[in-house]
């Protein structure tokens, strides 16, 4: 980890023989004159960065990571489980001794029980009661008395069957078992152990990006900021991973005197297992599984699944590392950053020589750009897979005056044999879009992906996948 400052390097060499004294007189011409000067080596100073860097020691751990702690108090009986087992969401993991919540439970059901037989004798005593009554034996006080005693049976079988349900719910937290997918971390605890609410039991990991937990003395802190370069080393000092600082504790550890920064630190193996997966599917491409070439290219190593990339290979000097190391096997391309329509056409050229196939990575465009990636389209042969647009969301709020032509059928557009692009403007829609641009500045083209999918599927909800 290190900032950087920038010195000067300069070397200079002199060697004088001697020292010469007398104002605009030649030594050529001096009487025993010595060997002529030496030649003097002279360097022009550089400018060069030298890392200022600092060494401390870090944790890794999972960013997807819970803490599993009982709910209960009581001992420890049985341990299911070791460190290191992949465990999936609910899986038991613990069991602390049940007797006395049971014997609980059993006494709660005894109790219902005999409620319920108090229940039967006070219907069957309303039921004698009403008739009575009806045959004028008793009165309607008699009566009520039997009703009230009837409801307060009822209402008291139905907090017992609540106390019960309760003790029920309570008894299961006695097997304690995983919440969700992921590997069993360190188990401190011992068969026999009395644990309490506030004891660690264990941990659960769910495999995937892991964080760097550095821990830097207070005074050393000053120089903390997020974007700090990080390098990660192993045991034996092999690099491990090149990240930034993500996270900087406003705070001070009282006890360590420490402040904590967390860096993230891709883990391309959680990649590869997401990959295989993946593989029985129907998947053209698994686009941008993990961050930079050199993770691209150990993902590439494990799966069969062609992996596209509109991240890590976005400019023309990016593509000999990308090849070199088999980290792409598609570019998902974009006129506007590759230079427009000519360089991206040679972009097409390229790929078609190295054997990756080429596609459009699009957003939230307007007619202009649209036509655009369609005419680029038409005019790269080996663009073989479906290009990405947002067009159908944006058209009501587009500029140009041919919309018409955007028709999509069957998936596809048909090329027009206008002129140039083949769209033009209405001047109007322009002037009232730049008016709402100015208004809203550039919240006025944020993307609002829920609101849109809603138009479609009401119900629908930006769920995340749990990989």
């Known amino acids: 980890m290190g900032t950087e400052q920038r010195i000067a390097i300069c070397t200079l060499v ?8 007398g104002c605009g007189k030649s030594s050529a011409n001096a009487p025993g004159a010595g060997p002529g000067a030496m030649p003097v080596q002279v360097r022009i100073a550089t400018a060069a960065k030298i890392p200022e860097t600092t060494e401390y020691l870090s944790i890794l751990k999972s960013r997807h990571s819970a803490a599993i702690n009982p709910q209960v108090e009581g001992q420890i009986t049985k341990i299911l489980v070791k460190s290191g087992d992949h465990v999936t969401a609910g899986t038991p993991l613990l069991q602390i001794d049940p007797l006395k919540q049971e014997a609980t439970v059993s006494s709660q059901e005894a109790s219902r029980m005999a409620q319920e037989a108090n229940v039967r004798y006070t219907r069957i005593s309303l039921e004698r ?7 004028g034996v008793i009165s309607k006080q008699e009566l009520d008395n039997a009703q009230t005693a009837y409801d307060a049976a009822v209402a008291q079988l139905k907090a017992l069957d609540e106390q019960v349900n309760q003790q ?17 971390g360190d188990i401190p605890v011992h068969v026999g152990d009395r644990v309490t609410v506030g004891t660690l039991l264990t941990t659960v990991d769910e495999p995937g990006a892991l964080e760097a937990y550095i821990y830097v003395p207070a005074e050393k802190a000053r120089n903390l900021k997020i974007g ?13 991973s090149d990240t930034e600082v993500t996270f900087v504790s406003p705070q001070v550890d009282t006890d360590t005197q420490t402040v904590l920064a967390k860096a993230a630190v891709q883990n391309p193996k959680s990649k590869v297992r997401i990959a295989e997966q993946l593989r029985e599917t129907w998947l053209e491409y698994l686009e941008d599984p993990t961050d ?3 993770a691209m290219s150990q993902v590439a190593q494990h799966t069969p699944l062609p992996l596209s990339t509109n991240m ?12 070199r190391q088999r980290a792409v096997q598609v570019v998902l391309g974009d006129h506007h950053g590759w230079g427009g329509l000519t360089a991206y056409r040679h972009l097409g050229v390229i790929c078609k020589t190295l054997g990756w196939g080429l596609s459009q990575h699009s957003n939230s465009h307007l007619g202009v750009s649209f036509a655009a990636m369609i005419h680029a389209a038409a005019a790269i042969p080996n663009m073989l897979y479906a290009s990405d647009t947002h067009y159908p969301w944006n058209a009501e709020s587009d500029v140009v005056c041919e919309t018409d032509r955007f028709r999509f059928r069957d998936g596809k557009i048909d090329l027009w044999d206008a002129p140039g692009l083949g769209v033009s403007i209405d001047e109007d829609k322009l002037e009232a879009a730049q008016a709402v641009y100015v208004k809203r500045g550039s919240a ?24």
């Open 228 to 240: 700090l370069r990080v390098r990660l080393f192993d045991g034996a000092g092999s690099r491990v």
């Open 14 to 21: 002199l060697a004088l023989s001697s020292f010469l004294a």
């Open 312 to 323: 890590c290979v976005t400019a023309f000097e990016h593509i000999p590392l990308a090849f």
């Open 129 to 135: 009661s009403q008739k009575l009554h009806d045959a």
């Open 444 to 467: 006025a083209m944020a993307r609002d992906d829920v609101s849109a999918m809603r138009e479609r599927q009401p119900d629908w909800l930006p769920h995340m996948p749990k990989w």
């Open 168 to 184: 029920k719910v309570e008894l299961h937290y006695y097997s304690v078992s995983a919440p969700m997918d992921g590997s069993v």
């Open 292 to 294: 930079g070439i050199e």
